[in-house]
């Protein structure tokens, strides 16, 4: 089965200080992971995906994850956190035997503080 | 500009009433889905649709009904077997097979509350 999971339900840094929110994965074969992040009442918006190809992958507002294959993890992270980063992130695997089906991971609400 | 459109943004329910939530996209994408999305639980697929005239069953579909007679509009139904309806419901859609690098995207979500 497909799975993410983030193992922390919320992470606290300082503003100017790097951030790291963490995603593991379990799929069978080569995993299309993606993050996303979400604001108050709003959808998710799309922030960066690893498909395949280098293992540093960088996103929108300056975030870059990592995929590490033989940790099966994809962290999220930014060397300097701004306040307007406060927000619910999620990473997600794409279903690669049903490409229609996407498995979320119940999501970390990021607080960055002045 | 492309995207989702949610409507409504707040919606009420009476006991033993029927609800539909509204979400039509423009990005001539395929597949549409519909979550909910409950505090501290991730977000849950309800239904999913590949085609038009054509869906599937979620992980939580029981209480919910939807319909795909178009490729731009995906509605769903809260029906009074819904029990627990209250929560976040969000639509999104991606592109099919062909196209299995892209990610969802996602409508602005209605929130679902009982009066």
């Known amino acids: 089965a497909q799975s993410v999971a983030q193992p922390e339900d919320q992470v606290n840094v300082a503003e100017g200080n790097p951030l790291t929110v963490k995603c593991t994965y379990s799929v069978s074969g080569n995993p299309y992971l993606f993050w996303y992040v979400q604001y108050p009442n709003r959808g998710l918006q799309f922030l960066l995906k690893?498909?395949?190809?280098?293992?540093l992958v960088k996103g929108s507002y300056g975030f870059e994850a990592e995929f590490n294959k033989s940790q099966t993890s994809f962290h999220l992270k930014k060397p300097s956190a701004l306040v307007s980063d406060s927000a619910l992130y999620f990473c997600a695997v794409r279903d690669i035997r049903n490409f229609n089906k996407f498995y979320f991971g119940s999501g970390t609400k990021l607080n960055v503080k002045p | 500009d492309g995207g989702i459109t949610q409507s409504p943004k707040y919606l009420f329910r009476k006991e033993g009433q029927n609800v539909t939530l509204s979400c039509e996209q423009n990005l001539n994408h395929d597949a549409m889905y519909w979550y909910r999305q409950d505090p501290g639980q991730g977000l849950r697929l309800i239904y999913y649709?590949?085609?038009?005239?054509?869906?599937q069953k979620g992980d939580i579909a029981e209480g919910y009904s939807v319909s795909r007679e178009k490729k731009e509009s995906f509605p769903l139904t809260v029906t009074s077997a819904q029990k627990n309806p209250t929560a976040f419901y969000l639509c999104a859609s991606s592109g099919q097979t062909g196209a299995s690098n892209q990610p969802q995207h996602f409508g602005d979500g209605t929130r679902l509350s009982i009066l």
């Open positions: 649709s590949q085609i038009v005239n054509d869906f």
């Open positions: 690893y498909i395949t190809g280098d293992n």
